[in-house]
């Protein structure tokens, strides 16, 4: 006996025979029962029905959380690389950064030296109070002001050349001309440095 065979005696004719039996049972029910018959396998195939799309809705939901809690992972994970890449340059500046300056390295020397380069002048250099709302413990910072009578191009010289180097940040800068002369400035600037590490 072949594998088609076994199924329609095993499963094909008891199925008919099943359906013939309750065919023959329909047939014997009063209209008001078979109403009430209708009616209720009508509810059975809704509940069913219910019971289904609520399985599936849960399992698409719990998929979208899992989605969902992936993605949050991935950005955590991100901004912690971020994080890290960027302490990481920050560590390089400052390895390199104490390098260049050297063990004596004198904040108020350095911009007057870097001023003689470009042919000006410092009238005066005083510490002064940061003035952010979140000061930082790891810079120090200078009031400078430059002798009168300086003109632009020298002035945008030593700018370039204190700011990038060597950690150094330009913070406040005021540059007025002068009333008899425009093309000589009056020159003050907000200076801020990393502290160097003991």
């Known amino acids: 006996m072949n594998l088609k065979e076994i199924w329609r005696d095993k499963v094909v004719e008891r199925f008919e025979d099943l359906q013939e039996r309750a065919r023959q049972q329909w047939m ?15 509810l059975l195939v809704v ?14 939901s719990r ?17 912690l690389s971020a994080e ?3 302490q990481r340059t920050q560590l390089i500046q400052f390895d390199r950064l104490r390098s260049m300056r050297g063990a004596e390295f004198q904040l108020n020397s350095f911009l007057e030296n870097q001023a003689r380069q470009f042919a000006l002048s410092v009238e005066q250099i005083n510490p002064t109070k940061v003035r952010t ?5 790891e810079e120090d910072w200078v009031e400078v002001k430059l ?7 020298g002035v945008l010289k030593w700018l370039r050349a204190i700011e990038e180097p060597l ?10 001309p002068q009333f008899a002369d425009p ?4 020159v003050s600037a907000v200076v801020a440095a990393t502290k160097e590490a003991p």
């Open 63 to 79: 998929h979208d959380r899992a989605v969902q809690a992936s993605l949050e992972n991935i950005g955590s994970i991100q901004s």
């Open 147 to 153: 002798a009168k009578d300086v003109r632009l191009d």
């Open 183 to 186: 093309t000589k400035l009056e």
């Open 84 to 86: 890290i890449s960027a």
């Open 167 to 176: 950690g150094i940040r330009i913070i406040d800068l005021q540059i007025k």
């Open 133 to 137: 709302p979140n000061p930082s413990a």
């Open 28 to 42: 014997t029910l009063a209209p008001r029962e078979r109403l009430i018959v209708s009616v209720m396998a009508s």
């Open 47 to 60: 509940l069913l029905s219910v019971l289904v799309v609520k399985e599936v809705f849960t399992f698409f």
